[in-house]
């Protein structure tokens, strides 16, 4: 809980304490540049100590925050990621998270609640048949991922922005972060949360989305890379103050747009 | 005169104006570092998801896993595109690309290159690029606008979306992007043996004589 106090404006910790441990500093998960060992050329030519030490570690980490600031800027919200034909979708769909794919949490639908908190109006935590119930829309988006692969897929669900309108959220908040089943964890900058594709998914390829993909629900935003889509989504929060995220945290660029 | 002199006991010609303008060497230096840093994080983020049956040895990679080889791409980035549009805007302006690299004859390529390739090619005057070094380098300066273009279409291919079209998309840019590093590789191959096999190459870039 000594994370709280970053936490103001009247956010249930309690929805978050899956995370709270993650998100607590932690000297371990500052060593990303670690292990480097011999870096060839370049080592030869400058030094190990400037490469990977601690203190390249911090200005890359801040290069990465303006990389952040220069992605806002660049993100149009009214652009739109391209749309593909129903033949352009890969099939299988490549399974990928950071746990085995019979690792992927199993969620009880009938015990299921997507908890709402943060900057937002109603708190009423809201149960599979009433997220069902919402109007929908299907894409057919290329999703990216960080490790560079692609692939197209069709996914179906309710416009993030639309269910942001309806609780009632502060749409001029800057965050909106993501808790997910298992403990992974994801934060988006507002404009993204509220592009028209950005979407709460229920189902892949016109079935109900499966385990591996995130059941029961998903955020899909074909305007940032595929970790910043999570799967099995438990809570949502509207913040104004910084989360980071599970791979944000060990050095993935925290904005991540395409 | 004296200089000249100084500098070599068996060179007796006159003076002669720099080899390469200052700029020239402190861009090209500064280019050296970033694209070491570009090749050897990149090596490191292809390693991630290789698009053929081979990854880069580790060694030879920057970052130690792909977030730290992330980091360090987009970082040096903004090294190797700032100083690389200071070259090319101060190439433009003083008149260098033109005298240096755009009189280029097609008899003189085939000619330098003939002669290259028995080692007969003069190195006497270094301020006079010969045939061969002239295609090399508008060469290598149309890949590196390839090679940049092409990654700017993989970071953004939403917001840079006909950028991204002009490659044939995210993939397409991301097989330019490959095969423009690898372009890349065989020319610094070439150019660091050059430079050891005419090692005054080697100072001028360094000193400007």
Known sequence: MRRSNGRAQGVDAGLLIKDAAKLLPNPSRRVFLRNTGSLGALALLTGCDIIDGPSSERALRVVSRFNDWVQARLFNPNRLAESYPASAITRPFPFNAYYAEEQAPDVDEDRYKLVVDGLIENRKPWTLEELYALPQETQITRLICIEGWSAVGKWTGTPLRQFLRRIGADLTAKYVHFVCAEGYSVSIDMPTALHAQTQMTFKFDDEILPTKFGFPMRIRMPTKLGFKNPKHVVGLAVLNNYTGGYWEDRGYNWFSGL | ?209
């Not at chain 2, 101060?90 to 009189?103: A, E």
């Not at chain 2, 003069?122 to 070094?133: E, F, G, P």
């Open chain 2, 1 to 209: 005169m004296e200089r000249a002199a100084s500098m070599s006991g068996t060179d007796t010609r006159p003076p002669q104006r720099a080899v390469h303008p200052l700029y020239v060497r402190i861009t090209h230096w500064i280019n050296a570092l970033a694209v070491l840093v570009m090749i050897g994080s990149g090596w490191q983020i292809y390693n991630a998801s290789p698009l053929f049956p081979f990854a880069f040895p580790k060694s030879v990679t920057l970052g130690g896993w792909l977030a730290g080889g992330l980091l360090w791409h987009f970082a040096a980035m903004w090294l190797l595109l700032g100083n690389g549009l200071l070259y090319v805007t101060l190439g433009l302006v003083t008149g260098h690309f033109r005298r240096k690299l755009l009189s280029i004859r097609p008899a003189d390529v085939a000619g330098d290159f003939g002669a290259a390739l028995t080692g007969r090619l003069s190195h006497q005057d270094l301020t006079r690029y010969n045939a061969v070094q002239k295609v090399l380098y508008l060469g290598i300066l149309l890949t590196g606008a390839v090679i940049v273009a092409s990654g700017f279409a993989m970071w953004k291919p939403v917001q840079l979306r006909e950028l991204a079209a002009l490659f044939g998309g995210y993939e397409g840019a991301r097989l330019v992007h490959f095969f423009a590093m690898v372009a890349i590789v065989l020319f610094l191959v070439v150019h660091v043996v050059m430079a050891f096999l005419v090692p005054k190459t080697l100072r001028a870039m360094i000193t400007g004589r």
